[in-house]
Nanobody
Framework: QVQLVESGGGLVQAGGSLRLSCAAS????????TGWFRQAPGKEREFVAGIGWSSGKIYYGDSVKDRFTISRDNAKNTVNLQMNSLKPEDTAIYYCAVKQYCTRIILFRDYNYWGQGTQVTVSS
């Protein structure tokens, strides 16, 4: 079983940057497909980015392409999300999650393990 803990959220002005980190314990995160999701009040959980376990193939949601970058640090057993050019509409709780395979990577219901989330607030 794997435990996930997100960190790095906070309050930032529009146009600013934040770096989120998802730290895994109990297992090696590089052996999982890892996804970042976000959920704003009253909205469904949305896929943000994902990274495969074997090939390291990377996926992004349309709303964050060219602004966010997902990466994995095997030495630290973390998956990170660098968020640049932040917009007020990026405000949400951000979660990382893992599952065994990266098929249907955007579907949050397919993921087995979740972190507790970290709040990101972007002011205009």
């Amino acid at each position: 079983q794997v435990q996930l803990v997100e960190s790095g959220g906070g309050l930032v002005q529009a146009g600013g940057s934040l770096r989120l980190s998802c730290a895994a314990s109990g297992s090696t995160i590089s052996t999982y497909c890892t996804g970042w999701f976000r959920q704003a009040p009253g909205k469904e959980r949305e896929f943000v980015a994902g990274i495969g376990w074997s090939s390291g193939k990377i996926y992004y949601g349309d709303s964050v392409k060219d602004r966010f970058t997902i990466s994995r640090d095997n030495a630290k057993n973390t998956v990170n999300l660098q968020m640049n050019s932040l917009k007020p509409e990026d405000t949400a709780i951000y979660y990382c999650a893992v599952k065994q395979y990266c098929t249907r990577i955007i579907l949050f219901r397919d993921y087995n393990y979740w972190g507790q989330g970290t709040q990101v607030t972007v002011s205009s």
